[in-house]
């Protein structure tokens, strides 16, 4: 059993950023590809992008490409988002995931309880 903490939301202006972090016990980390993924308001839940376990390959949703990075450090047992020149519609709240590569959330086996993101104009 893993669970997963996300940390580092808040409010933020446009253009702003914000690093998001998941930390996880009960298990190391190191073998699950992680995930995060988003829900806004009135939304569905939709992926944000996901890192494999040695953190060397990275995909990423075409609305946050070249803004949103995701990292991992192992030895921390926590996978990062960071977040760079935030809009508006990236106000949400955030989760991450672990077990999954890809973008359909069945992949998934343990979830966050999300934190809150929100970006003010």
């Known amino acids: 059993q893993v669970q997963l903490v996300e940390s580092g939301g808040g409010l933020v202006q446009a253009g702003g950023s914000l690093r998001l972090s998941c930390a996880a016990s009960g298990r190391t980390l190191s073998s699950y590809a992680m995930g995060w993924f988003r829900q806004a308001p009135g939304k569905e839940r939709e992926f944000v992008g996901s890192?494999?376990?040695?953190?060397?390959?990275?995909s990423y949703a075409d609305s946050v490409k070249g803004r949103f990075t995701i990292s991992r450090d192992n030895a921390k047992n926590t996978v990062y988002l960071q977040m760079n020149s935030l809009k508006r519609e990236d106000t949400a709240v955030y989760y991450c995931?672990?077990?999954?590569?890809?973008?359909?959330?069945?992949?998934?086996?343990?979830w966050g309880q999300g934190t809150q993101v929100t970006v003010s104009s």
């Open positions: 995931a672990a077990g999954g590569l890809g973008p359909s959330e069945k992949e998934y086996q343990y």
């Open positions: 890192i494999s376990a040695d953190g060397i390959w990275t």
